[in-house]
């Protein structure tokens, strides 16, 4: 039957205590998953995994070889960020298939880093049909892989589990720190070792020393200290003790009393829901999550965070030595897994730079150097985020990657400049034809020819490339101007000869239409002036005709209000004689009705012609009593009119003075205006530095915040140490009172003799 080793994952808890009891049959049930769960992402959530199941990642083949996974492998090589393992070895277990999962656990550090906890097991530690060789080999490979190495186990710390832990004092013989030096010490290997969780299943015991309590780490430490005797068998258990003690510096121990009290319970333990396992062990088993998740760290080799890549090379690297029969050395493993990843972000940073080399760019040693520094730069960012390790590897392949940069370089500029000097001299042979073509031309001109050139030589500077490309174009020009343009010249100066002769008789024509220019420059010039004069005094005619305009509408709004109120005033007077007329109306009707009536009365009433004559007169009294109040109200309407007249003149006078204050108020206002604008922006720019201000502020909290929690723990594990410190003084003094008594034993015998 085969052991293997492999990997847990988000399905698995951090150990896997088995629960039984029949210590013949230790099968083992997983614990329940810890209550936080782990995410499907790793490496920032560029990978996604899906869910949990089982692989393999280190077996044993059936020739004896130790052998990975291909799958568990390529799983591995997904976890891109920070890792740590945390492996699970039992004692006494039948080998059987080892259990891993593709999804690791995404954790938190205290100090806020993220890593991905991959949990290992290693089922069969010192089985019955292995060899001791080979149960240390596969406990030496899970130490050395692990940040935290959880060893659990039914019952108590006795001189028997000590024997099963045996192999540790092996591990010396099998793993080595450095290639040279001989056999490695405890001591040294404790460097490289994890923290050492001792897992006591079924625990039933009561945990006192001197009638007072102890915690699981006292107990542990009583066990591994050195008991007193001699005797080869006693040498051979506390040099166990030492080597456990060197090699695992950094020890705890947790105790889990059994899960459930009936057997039939324990024989279903896997079906049984977490609420009806007994509370003690429920206790127990989120102390022991508790420290899983708090003290494990990413795996470290040097100053290099381990990750998934390089924990599958590391691993591989082990069991290549160990399959040639060879001692695994730390040093040369981590050594070839540097040598492995440098060599892969080699090739991968000659893949950036050969596909971010930009080949567009022209034949121009300024371009093609800036093209080389950006695909070097893209390189080198591409070696750096693959290649692991600071020391002599990576600068070796560093050095080797830039010697491939400058000659990749050079063989690229070397092949450019020979294309763009060959397309230079296919295009100077083009322009030539051109050339000689314009110069042989009838009716030719030289400006015509230079304009040629000139456009000739502009799309040789914009199409043309290289170093040669101005050597070329200096040696076209020569030609040109030794060739075609002489000839040009030539033919160009007889021909102007000829024209000299004939423009001397003209010099005199020429003479005299000058001195008519020199005239008609001088007569517009003064046309000019006297243009500029009529128009400046046009503006300021049209400037004054503006104002006045502005001023006519003005005073005619106001005289357009001033005849309103009049009009309303008048229209009151002409009411009020209206009124009049028609009482005088009314009274000269009464009057002829009167006449009437005094007629009627005279010839058929001569007896009431008193009364009448009474009442006429009365009537006439009344009326003349009227006249004089509507005569009254006319002079009083009239004084009135006069009255608003003189008003209106003074609401003028008035409405030009608040004119002249509205017009105060509107610059004040647009003064206040421009102030506001200004105090607004300082506001806002007050504002927001507040709000900058503020946020300082909830930075600083976060900062303190995380600070606190760090001081907390540093706290916590400045009392844990002040606390071994005391055991340990403790343990010396007891030690040094057991040395006395033994130096008093051994002396008694002579002092009596």
């Given at each position: 039957?085969?052991?293997?080793f492999g990997?847990?994952?988000a399905?698995?808890s951090?150990?896997?205590?088995g629960?039984?009891?029949?210590p ?6 997983p614990?329940?998953?810890?209550s936080s769960?782990?995410?499907?992402g ?9 869910p ?13 070889k130790?052998?990975m ?6 799983a591995l090589?997904?976890v891109?960020g920070p890792?740590a393992s945390s ?7 039948r ?7 593709s999804?690791?656990?995404?954790r938190?550090?205290l100090?806020?880093?993220e890593?991905?906890l991959?949990?290992?097991?290693t089922?069969?530690?010192d089985?019955?049909d292995?060899?001791?060789?080979y ?12 940040s ?6 039914m ?11 045996s192999?540790?004092?092996?591990m ?6 450095r290639a040279?030096?001989?056999r490695?010490t405890?001591?040294?290997l404790?460097?490289?070792s994890p ?12 945990l ?5 309590k102890i915690t699981?780490r ?6 591994l200290r050195?008991?007193?005797g ?14 456990i ?5 950094d ?8 899960p459930?009290n009936?057997e ?8 049984i ?5 007994r509370?003690?062990f429920?206790?127990?088993?989120d102390d022991l999550?508790?420290f899983?998740?708090e ?5 470290q ?6 990750t998934g ?7 591989q690297?082990f069991l290549d030595a ?7 050395t730390?040093?040369?493993s981590?050594?070839s897994?540097?040598e492995?990843?440098?060599?892969r972000?080699?090739d ?6 050969t ?5 567009t ?15 070097v ?19 070796n ?6 010697s ?7 063989d690229?500029?070397r092949s450019a400049f020979?294309e763009?000097d060959?397309?230079?001299?296919n295009?100077i042979?083009?322009m030539e034809?051109k050339?000689?073509?314009?110069c042989?031309g009838?009716?030719v ?5 230079m ?6 030589l502009?799309?040789?500077e914009s199409?043309s ?5 101005w050597?070329?174009?200096a040696?076209?020009l020569r030609q ?5 343009i ?6 160009q100066?007889n021909?102007i ?5 004939t ?5 005199k ?7 008519l220019?020199n ?10 002036e ?17 104002k006045?305009?502005?001023q006519?509408a003005?005073l ?5 209000v ?13 009411s ?10 009314k009274?000269?009707?009464a009057?002829?009705e009167?006449k009437?009536a005094l ?9 009431t012609?008193?009364?009448v004559?009474?009442r006429e ?10 006249l ?12 009135q ?11 003028i006078a008035?409405l030009?003075?608040t004119e ?8 004040e206002?647009s003064r ?5 604008r200004?105090?607004?922006e300082?506001l806002n720019s ?9 946020k300082?502020v909830?930075?600083?909290e ?6 606190e929690?760090k ?8 009392d ?6 005391k055991d340990a ?9 057991l040395?006395d008594a ?10 009596e003799?």
């Open positions: 039957m085969k052991q293997m990997f847990r994952g399905a698995s951090p150990a896997t205590p629960a039984t009891g029949d013949r049959n230790p099968s083992r049930t614990l329940p998953p810890p769960a782990a995410g499907n790793v490496g920032g959530g560029a990978v996604a995994f899906g949990a199941r089982p692989l393999r990642l280190v077996y044993c083949d059936e020739g004896g130790f052998r996974d291909p799958e568990a492998v390529a090589q997904l891109k890792s492996p699970s070895a039992a004692a006494l277990a080998a059987k298939a080892s259990s891993s999962t999804a690791p656990l995404k938190t550090a100090d806020g880093t890593y991905n991959l949990l290992l097991d089922e069969g530690i089985a019955y292995q060899t001791g060789t149960s240390t080999q596969i406990f030496s490979l899970a130490v050395l892989l692990s935290m190495f959880i060893y659990n186990q019952g108590g710390i006795d001189e028997a589990a000590l024997d099963r832990l192999l540790v004092t092996e010396t013989k099998h793993i080595r720190v040279s030096g001989g490695s405890a001591s040294e404790g460097q490289f923290v050492f969780v001792w897992l006591l299943r079924d625990f039933y015991l009561d006192a020393e001197d009638n007072r699981p006292d107990y542990l430490e009583l066990a050195p008991t007193q001699g005797g080869k068998d006693m040498h051979a258990k506390n040099e166990i003790r030492e080597s003690r060197a090699l695992f510096p020890r705890e121990c947790f105790t889990l009393v059994r459930v009936k039939s319970d324990l024989q279903r333990l896997d079906q829901h977490m609420d009806r396992l509370p003690e429920r206790a127990g088993l999550t508790k899983v998740f003290r494990t760290r990413p795996k080799v040097g100053a290099t965070m381990m890549p390089l924990l599958a090379g590391l691993t690297s160990i399959n040639k029969g060879a001692v695994p730390i040093s040369s981590w050594q897994v540097e492995a990843e440098c060599r972000a080699y991968f940073a000659v893949e950036v730079y596909s971010s080399f930009d080949r760019k022209p034949a121009e040693e300024d371009a093609l150097r800036e093209a080389h520094e950006d695909a730069g893209k390189a080198l960012a591409a070696f750096n985020s693959c290649a692991v390790g600071a020391g002599s590897v990576r600068l392949y560093e050095k080797l990657l830039h491939y940069f400058k000659k990749a370089f050079e690229y500029k020979l763009a060959l397309q230079c001299s295009t042979r083009s034809t050339l000689r073509a314009a042989h009838p009716d001109k030289i400006d015509n020819v304009q040629l050139l000139d456009s000739l502009s799309e040789y199409s490339h290289g170093a040669g490309k050597k070329i174009l040696v076209f040109c101007l030794a060739g075609p002489l000839d040009l010249f030539k033919r100066l021909r000869e000829t024209e000299i002769s423009l001397s008789k003209s010099s024509l020429e003479e005299r239409c000058m001195s220019s005239a008609l420059d001088l007569a517009k010039r003064e046309s000019a006297w243009k500029s004069k009529y128009d400046q005094s046009a503006s300021e005619q049209k400037a004054d005709e503006e006045l305009r502005s006519l003005s005619e709004s106001k005289i357009n001033s005849e309103g109120r009049l009009a309303a005033v008048r229209e009151q007077a002409e009020a004689q209206e009124e009049a007329s028609e009482w005088k109306r009274y000269e009707v009057v002829g009167a009437n007629q009627r009365a005279a010839l058929a009433q001569e007896r012609n008193k009364k004559q009474e007169d009365a009537l006439r009294a009344e009326l003349a009593n009227q004089s109040e509507k005569d009254e109200e006319i002079t009083k309407l009239i004084a009119i006069n009255q608003s007249e003189k008003h209106v003149t003074s609401l008035r030009e003075a002249s204050k509205i017009k105060n108020h509107e610059t206002s206040l205006k421009e102030e506001m200004i105090l607004t300082n007050i504002k927001a530095e507040a709000q900058g201000h503020e300082q909830r930075i600083l976060q900062e303190k915040n995380h600070l929690d001081y907390l723990s540093e706290c916590k594990k400045f844990e140490i002040d606390k071994r410190c003084e403790r343990e010396a003094k007891r030690a040094t009172e040395a033994a130096r008093a034993d051994a002396f008694r015998p002579k002092g003799s």
